[in-house]
Each structure stands twice: as C-alpha cells, then as structure tokens.
C-alpha cells in the first residue's frame, strides 16, 4: 500500500463574509483559527489508486466538483469515482458559490479561483508523494454529538431545531492510522455533527479545527490530521463556544486527546486495504408524501456504478442517504477491506 500527503492553508483574508447562518450579515472581522485544505493518495498493491480530499469549508459548488474531477481524469486518468472531495461543513468560512436563498452573502470570486487551483497543486502533489505505507484501522466512538431535532412543546407532531438529548446520532468514530516505516504520517477520521460550535464572525474551521490541533499536539507536529465529515445533518455539538468561553478550548483538547489515545492504543490493528471506489447519480423529490423509505434509500444507494458521472459525497458504506431536495444527489463510497 502506498499514500501521499499534502495540505495548503486556505485561510481567506479577514473582511470575506462567512457562509453558513442565515442571520450572519456582516463581514468577518478575526481569524480564530485557520482553514486548511487536507488531501490524501492512496495507490493498492493491484494499482488501483484514489484520492481523498478534505477541506475546512462550507460545501462545494456542483460545476467546481466537475472541473476538478475531469481535470484528474485527464491529467491522472482517475475515474470520476475515484476523486472525492468532502468539507467539514465549518459555518465559519467563506462561501464558494451564490445560493439565491442567501443573496446577501456576497461572493469573493477570487478566493474561488485561489481555491480551485489549491485543490489542483494538492491533488498533485499528493499523487507525487506516494510512498510505503502501513495502515492501521479501528473504530472508535465518541459522544459529543447530539439530536438537534426536537419535538415541538406546543405543537403535537412537529419539531423544532434544538438540542434533544434523547435523540439519535451515531457515536461511530472510524480512525484510520497511516505509518511510514514506524513513524505515524497521518490519522483520517470520521465522524458525523455539524461544524456549529461557533456562531461569531471569526472565520474559522470550528470543532474539526479543534481537534486538529489538538491531535498535532498529541501526536506530533508533523502528523497530518484529515478529518471526513458524516452524515451529520440532524446532528450538533453538546459544546458551543457561546456561553462557555473558558471551557470550549479545553473540551476539544480532551476530545483530541481521546482520540489519539485510542491511535496509540491496541485497539488499532494492522489491515492491508483493497480500494472499490463506486458513485451514482440519483434523484430524491421534494414532495414529502412521497418520500422513499430508508429502504429504497439504501436500494438506491447500493445500486453503483463506477462509470457514473456524479459530484461525489464520501461515505464508509456504500449507501447514501440524503436530505430531501428538488435536483439530483450522488452517493459515492469508498470501501476499505481487509485482506
């Protein structure tokens, strides 16, 4: 197995508006903590190679996807598939496309641009890098998260957008650990909670910024830490900077310091990957009386092709599950076996 790193700081310039809440109308005005865009090589031992990219940024624009994904087939020959872009979902970084639901967030098309290319000089440099690796793997879990879907007190039968501890949310924290020779290169993780902790106008890459940090701590400086974000979208921090100022550095220290306790510890074991990589496009309607199930969800899902042409989502199986909307999705999976 071989992996190549490389990583650019993407932190914008303070003034550039931040995505994310839809009350948020003015401009930054501090950097809390920096942006980083995260991308990970990967090439099996059949050859088959992909690339993870991650990045502390909102979403990304539909035709940004495929630019970026016909350029590495052209200049790689990677499959669409094979391409994956995930954001952590931060609601402290800039937007990277005009949305007519929130017109009043401007768009700074030269942080676009910058962008674009950063994903391009990392892919490639990624790509250049790929070296012996051994990986190791565990699945960890983690309870920061929390409902935010709660029922309503004074309307029977609806929900309101709050915390509810009594909700569901998926403790699963998959690691994976990627040495060179003895020495740890890098940790992936995942886990699926909105990137919310913060509400103020400093750009930063929230939580996921947090433990970065605080795993570079623990681990070492020169450990690169890419994080995946899952499918976190009725999910939110117990945590939130607001109210807690003294105690909201600490509590994603601990967070981090879990989790990198758990890289050094044996829970982690050994594995030899094979990569599949598969995406499909598909529609879900809007209308909710006819909303699939979460069977014909995972049906859906599990119908790939590796020929599709799709913006790609990254998940740990091959299924998807999407929130409602009027225009097309994709699911695309990366599997990692043991052999």
Same mark, same amino acid.
């Given at each position: ?16 508006? $931040? ?7 003015? +401009? %930054?005005? &501090? =950097?809390?903590?920096? @942006?980083?865009?995260?991308?990970? !090589? ?27 994904? $016909? ?7 990677? +499959? %669409?598939? &094979? =391409?994956?872009?995930? @954001?952590?979902?931060?609601?402290? !970084? ?40 051994? =990986? ?50 890098? =940790? ?152």
């Amino acid at each position: 197995m071989k992996a190549g790193f490389a990583q650019s700081d993407v932190t914008p310039e303070v003034g550039v508006y $931040l995505a994310g809440y839809p009350s948020r109308n003015e +401009p %930054s005005n &501090s =950097v809390d903590d920096p @942006l980083f865009l995260r991308v990970v !090589a990967l090439e099996d031992d059949a050859g088959r190679r992909m690339v993870l990219v991650t990045g502390d940024l909102l979403k990304l624009p539909r035709d940004l996807t495929w630019r970026t994904k $016909l350029w590495c087939e052209a200049q790689f020959g990677l +499959p %669409s598939a &094979s =391409v994956i872009i995930n @954001l952590s979902h931060t609601h402290a !970084a800039p937007n990277l496309f005009l949305q007519r639901c929130y017109p009043h967030w401007p768009l700074d098309r030269e942080y676009v641009r910058r962008f674009e290319q950063a994903i391009r000089d990392c892919i490639r440099a990624a790509l250049d890098d790929l070296q012996p690796v051994r =990986v190791g793997f565990g699945m960890h879990q983690a309870h920061f998260g929390v409902s935010r879907r709660a029922p309503h007190p004074e309307r029977p039968g609806r929900i309101q957008m709050a915390m509810n501890p009594e909700g569901y949310y998926d403790p699963e924290l998959p690691v994976f650990a990627l040495y060179r020779g003895d020495e740890l290169a890098a =940790v992936l993780y995942s886990y699926a909670c909105h990137a919310t902790s913060k509400s103020s106008r400093g750009i930063s890459a929230d939580w996921p910024g947090q433990v970065s940090m605080g795993l570079k701590r623990e681990l070492g400086e020169g450990v690169m830490t890419l994080f995946a974000q899952g499918a976190g979208g009725s999910v939110m921090t117990r945590m939130s900077e607001r109210g807690h100022e003294d105690e909201y550095a600490g509590y994603w220290a601990e967070v981090a310091a879990d989790i990198a306790a758990f890289v050094r510890s044996d829970a982690m074991a050994d594995i030899a990957l094979n990569l599949r990589v598969a995406e499909r496009e598909f529609e879900i309607p809007y209308d909710m009386t006819k909303f699939p199930s979460q069977a014909e969800l995972l049906a859906c899902g599990r119908a790939t092709c590796s020929s599709g042409r799709a913006p790609a989502r990254w998940t740990r199986d091959s299924a998807c599950t999407s929130r409602a909307r009027s225009w097309p999705r994709a699911c695309s999976s990366s599997r990692f076996r043991a052999r």
